[in-house]
């Protein structure tokens, strides 16, 4: 079993293949944190240590006995109102007005399979997979009841948590702080690697040195956010790529949430990720129950390419669901960096029969197709088919469009509302605004209230009614701005908003799985700003940025693979000189970049030459060649491109047998040095032969010593070597 408690000590286990969570339930009842990283046998109570720390609060329970202090003891859940002074996972506000907490374990039960969160995305596996661990904790005076849920997953390493809590008292509880999932160190140091950015230039990779005082990323935004990814990683200094311990936490959340590292007064470091508590004071009724978000936890101490690895096998196969789960995504071109707003149906379909020429599979028809959106300024809101624009109905476009061999897509940014659009005008009331002040406006527009169900449902209506008019199978969900004016006509409830906000996002999203099986639905937000494994359960990739600059994007994808797949990643072709930098670079060179996630193109067919028309026949058969390698494979960090001339990268099948690596040179120089990539996770008694030269190689000297990138003039020269073992 992966999940043992033992009742003499009151210790609870809990091993994967390669590690060990170890927490203790104390003569106090206290639930305390031992350990967790490299699988070991046996007990770790020892680390825990007793004396008497100044200043530092003893339990009433402890009596006279001043070694005893929660400020200092590891714990698994720790609240506000116990004598812990360090950044805590629960506060919340009693009925009498007090704020206080005082959990003590109550009980336990151990299940297989994997538990599930109500109206929440979460992990998913079967009964032979997984085992569930609820831990009972109750605080005595107020009713306040919380389970802790831990999910395991043995097989890919995987920790989850979660935490469910329940008004048993009688009267009204406000929750103030709820964090899903903290670790507490004993000692060692750390840094910690976050992933911040901005519109167009998201999860950029940063590592700090983990020193006193608090660390804090999030986002108050509404949803996870541009400016920081809700993902982060505790490694030792030490720890590289492919040595050294390392831990990630990553939030299955798509709105608001913070991130904290404290060190405290003797060198203990506190982690912790949850929602975050600024806009945040839910209320609880008796009786009511509330669900936090849950969190992913690995280690690993074979480096962060592993710990990404774990990350991107649970994603793939245990939040990712649908028809696309695990198979290779249609290459697609979208409209709108070839024609933006200015389009007709006949321009529409004269792409879809230059995509039938290169061998593109599928057209998304981007923003402008509906109501009377013309511009970014109106029509957000009525979703239904401007037919005076397509020169006809919407099913008579996407038949036309299917009888060439393509599939047809649409775009659509079902949460936002146009003060100038039929919506608005019929239902101000629900577009969130703050009573007698004007809204905040962004991009020239307002956000409807998913907290309330009428507005999901009617929202939900209409657009049903448009994928119901034809064969779409592909659907871009955008969401073009962030939150503001957090208030609810219907609750007037500020606290509650945001949190209600997501769920009636994802009610909205698992509606359309179940009534739409086999559709594809890309989730973006301004590209990368709901980037994150929330988004995923739904929506099995996410357009990776609105930047589609190849340069740009080796860095955002090198950020994103931290914590997410390629399989995830949405990475287009675009036409140079690029919309958002002016840059030029080589076609192959876009091409190699955007390989690296599920392809497409972003731009006019039409205007192609014929010899770049050829160039994009060669990269569709060559994307499907090593599709299958890309999506499902290992992937490797070959090279830092904050760091070094040559951006570099490594699909590994999972038997070792066969490598396909990438590498863009990110400068030239005159008289260049030469560049020599290390591959990785190769069989050291095997050989390879490179299929486009024929060369074998022996996979030992290619992972020790390296290959030699050839020394070419010209800007960003990119290379794709495909390896196989040779029988």
Same mark, same amino acid.
């Given at each position: 079993?992966?999940?043992?408690?033992?009742?003499?000590?009151?210790?609870?286990?809990?091993?994967?293949?390669?590690?060990?969570?170890?927490?203790?339930?104390?003569?106090?009842?206290?639930?305390?944190?031992?350990?967790?990283?490299?699988?070991?046998? /046996?007990?770790?109570?020892?680390?825990?240590?007793?004396?008497?720390?100044?200043?530092?609060?003893? =339990?009433?329970?402890?009596?006279?006995?001043?070694?005893?202090?929660?400020?200092?003891?590891?714990?698994?859940?720790?609240?506000?109102?116990?004598?812990?002074?360090?950044?805590?996972?629960?506060?919340?506000?009693?009925?009498?007005?007090?704020?206080?907490?005082?959990?003590?374990?109550?009980?336990?039960?151990?299940?297989?399979?994997?538990?599930?969160?109500?109206?929440?995305?979460?992990?998913?596996?079967?009964?032979?997979?997984?085992?569930?661990?609820?831990?009972?904790?109750?605080?005595?005076?107020?009713?306040?009841?919380?389970?802790?849920?831990?999910?395991?997953?043995?097989?890919?390493?995987?920790?989850?948590?979660?935490?469910?809590?329940?008004?048993?008292?009688?009267?009204?509880?406000?929750?103030?702080?709820?964090?899903?999932?903290?670790?507490?160190?004993?000692? /060692?140091?750390?840094?910690?690697?976050?992933?911040?950015?901005?519109?167009?230039?998201?999860?950029?990779? #940063?590592?700090?040195?983990?020193?006193?005082?608090?660390?804090?990323? %999030?986002?108050?935004?509404?949803?996870?956010?541009?400016?920081?990814?809700?993902?982060?990683?505790?490694?030792?200094?030490?720890?590289?790529?492919?040595?050294?311990?390392?831990?990630?936490?990553?939030?299955?959340?798509?709105?608001?949430?913070?991130?904290?590292?404290?060190?405290?007064?003797?060198?203990?470091?506190?982690?912790?990720?949850?929602?975050?508590?600024?806009?945040?004071?839910?209320?609880?009724?008796?009786?009511?129950?509330?669900?936090?978000?849950?969190?992913?936890?690995?280690?690993?101490?074979?480096?962060?390419?592993?710990?990404?690895?774990?990350?991107?096998?649970?994603?793939?196969?245990?939040?990712?669901?649908?028809?696309?789960?695990?198979?290779?995504?249609?290459?697609?071109?979208?409209?709108?960096?070839?024609?933006?707003?200015?389009?007709? %149906?006949?321009?529409?379909?004269?792409?879809?029969?230059?995509?039938?020429?290169?061998?593109?599979?599928?057209?998304?028809?981007?923003?402008?197709?509906?109501?009377?959106?013309?511009?970014?300024?109106?029509?957000? *809101?009525?979703?239904?088919?401007?037919?005076?624009?397509?020169?006809?109905?919407?099913?008579?476009?996407?038949?036309?469009?299917?009888?060439?061999?393509?599939?047809?897509?649409?775009?659509?940014?079902?949460?936002?509302?146009?003060?100038?659009?039929?919506?608005?005008?019929?239902?101000?009331?629900?577009?969130?605004?703050?009573?007698?002040?004007?809204?905040?406006?962004?991009?020239?527009?307002?956000?409807?209230?998913?907290?309330?169900?009428?507005?999901?449902?009617?929202?939900?209506?209409?657009?049903?009614?448009?994928?119901? #008019?034809?064969?779409?199978?592909?659907?871009?969900?955008?969401?073009?701005?962030?939150?503001?004016?957090?208030?609810?006509?219907?609750?007037?409830?500020?606290?509650?908003?945001?949190?209600?906000?997501?769920?009636?996002?994802?009610?909205?999203?698992?509606?359309?799985?179940?009534?739409?099986?086999?559709?594809?639905?890309?989730?973006?937000?301004?590209?990368?700003?709901?980037?994150?494994? *929330?988004?995923?359960?739904?929506?099995?990739?996410?357009?990776?940025?609105?930047?589609?600059?190849?340069?740009?994007?080796?860095?955002? #994808?090198?950020?994103?693979?931290?914590?997410?797949?390629?399989?995830?990643?949405?990475?287009?072709?675009?036409?140079? =000189?690029?919309?958002?930098?002016?840059?030029?670079? =080589?076609?192959?060179?876009?091409?190699?970049?955007?390989?690296?996630?599920?392809?497409?193109?972003?731009?006019?067919?039409?205007?192609?030459?014929?010899?770049?028309?050829?160039?994009?026949?060669?990269?569709?058969?060559?994307?499907?060649?090593?599709?299958?390698?890309?999506?499902?494979?290992?992937?490797?960090?070959?090279?830092?491109?904050?760091?070094?001339?040559?951006?570099?990268?490594?699909?590994?099948?999972?038997?070792?047998?066969?490598?396909?690596?990438?590498?863009?040179?990110?400068?030239?120089?005159?008289?260049?040095?030469?560049?020599?990539?290390?591959?990785?996770?190769?069989?050291?008694?095997?050989?390879?032969?490179? #299929?486009?030269?024929?060369?074998?190689?022996?996979?030992?000297?290619?992972?020790?010593?390296?290959? =030699?990138?050839?020394?070419?003039?010209?800007?960003?020269?990119?290379?794709?070597?495909?390896?196989?073992?040779?029988?």
């Amino acid at each position: 079993m992966a999940i043992r408690y033992s009742d003499t000590d009151k210790i609870f286990t809990i091993d994967t293949e390669h590690t060990t969570y170890q927490m203790k339930v104390d003569a106090y009842g206290f639930l305390l944190h031992l350990y967790y990283g490299r699988r070991v046998n /046996g007990s770790t109570e020892y680390l825990l240590t007793y004396y008497d720390r100044g200043f530092s609060g003893n =339990p009433y329970d402890a009596g006279e006995n001043r070694t005893y202090s929660m400020s200092e003891l590891p714990q698994e859940f720790p609240s506000l109102g116990n004598g812990d002074y360090r950044n805590v996972a629960f506060a919340v506000e009693n009925a009498d007005g007090t704020v206080s907490c005082d959990l003590r374990y109550r009980g336990h039960e151990i299940k297989d399979g994997k538990y599930g969160l109500k109206g929440l995305p979460a992990v998913y596996a079967g009964e032979q997979e997984a085992q569930t661990l609820e831990i009972y904790m109750e605080d005595a005076v107020s009713g306040a009841c919380v389970t802790l849920l831990y999910g395991v997953l043995p097989g890919v390493d995987i920790i989850t948590r979660s935490a469910v809590v329940k008004n048993a008292g009688e009267g009204k509880l406000y929750l103030e702080r709820v964090q899903s999932a903290c670790l507490d160190f004993l000692c /060692g140091e750390y840094d910690l690697i976050t992933f911040y950015g901005r519109h167009a230039m998201e999860r950029n990779f #940063q590592r700090a040195k983990i020193g006193h005082g608090s660390y804090v990323i %999030g986002s108050r935004r509404g949803t996870s956010s541009h400016q920081y990814n809700p993902m982060m990683i505790l490694a030792e200094h030490e720890t590289t790529e492919d040595f050294g311990s390392a831990y990630a936490m990553s939030f299955v959340y798509s709105g608001n949430f913070k991130g904290e590292v404290q060190m405290g007064q003797f060198n203990q470091i506190r982690a912790l990720l949850g929602l975050n508590d600024e806009m945040f004071r839910y209320p609880l009724a008796p009786g009511e129950c509330f669900y936090a978000p849950e969190v992913i936890l690995t280690y690993t101490d074979r480096g962060l390419n592993r710990l990404s690895q774990n990350l991107h096998r649970c994603i793939r196969r245990h939040i990712c669901r649908g028809s696309y789960k695990e198979t290779v995504r249609p290459v697609l071109v979208n409209s709108w960096e070839a024609s933006y707003f200015d389009f007709t %149906g006949d321009s529409i379909y004269e792409l879809a029969c230059h995509a039938k020429e290169v061998g593109v599979e599928m057209l998304v028809m981007d923003d402008g197709w509906f109501g009377t959106r013309n511009d970014d300024n109106g029509g957000l *809101g009525d979703w239904y088919v401007n037919e005076e624009k397509l020169n006809g109905t919407l099913g008579e476009l996407i038949r036309r469009i299917n009888d060439l061999g393509i599939k047809f897509g649409i775009w659509v940014e079902p949460e936002m509302v146009s003060e100038d659009s039929e919506l608005y005008r019929r239902h101000p009331d629900w577009a969130l605004a703050i009573p007698n002040r004007h809204p905040v406006r962004s991009r020239n527009q307002l956000v409807l209230d998913f907290s309330r169900k009428e507005v999901v449902d009617e929202v939900f209506r209409q657009i049903c009614a448009v994928l119901d #008019q034809g064969n779409i199978e592909y659907l871009k969900w955008d969401m073009n701005r962030s939150l503001m004016d957090i208030y609810s006509a219907a609750t007037k409830d500020q606290g509650r908003v945001m949190y209600d906000y997501v769920l009636g996002l994802y009610d909205f999203l698992e509606r359309l799985l179940q009534r739409y099986p086999k559709l594809l639905i890309e989730g973006c937000s301004g590209g990368g700003g709901r980037f994150d494994a *929330g988004m995923l359960y739904y929506t099995p990739q996410i357009w990776c940025s609105d930047n589609t600059d190849a340069a740009d994007r080796l860095k955002i #994808q090198y950020g994103t693979s931290f914590g997410y797949p390629s399989s995830a990643v949405g990475a287009h072709v675009s036409a140079v =000189p690029n919309h958002q930098t002016g840059r030029n670079m =080589p076609m192959r060179t876009r091409a190699v970049v955007a390989m690296s996630g599920t392809f497409g193109y972003e731009l006019d067919l039409g205007k192609l030459t014929d010899e770049e028309k050829q160039e994009i026949k060669e990269q569709i058969a060559r994307y499907h060649k090593y599709a299958p390698l890309i999506q499902n494979g290992l992937y490797y960090r070959l090279t830092n491109p904050f760091e070094s001339e040559v951006c570099a990268w490594e699909y590994l099948s999972e038997d070792g047998r066969e490598a396909l690596v990438s590498a863009v040179m990110q400068e030239i120089h005159g008289n260049m040095n030469v560049n020599y990539i290390k591959l990785k996770g190769l069989r050291d008694d095997a050989y390879y032969r490179e #299929q486009t030269s024929g060369r074998v190689y022996a996979g030992a000297a290619l992972m020790e010593a390296g290959l =030699p990138l050839p020394v070419e003039t010209g800007e960003y020269r990119a290379y794709q070597l495909h390896f196989a073992e040779v029988s």
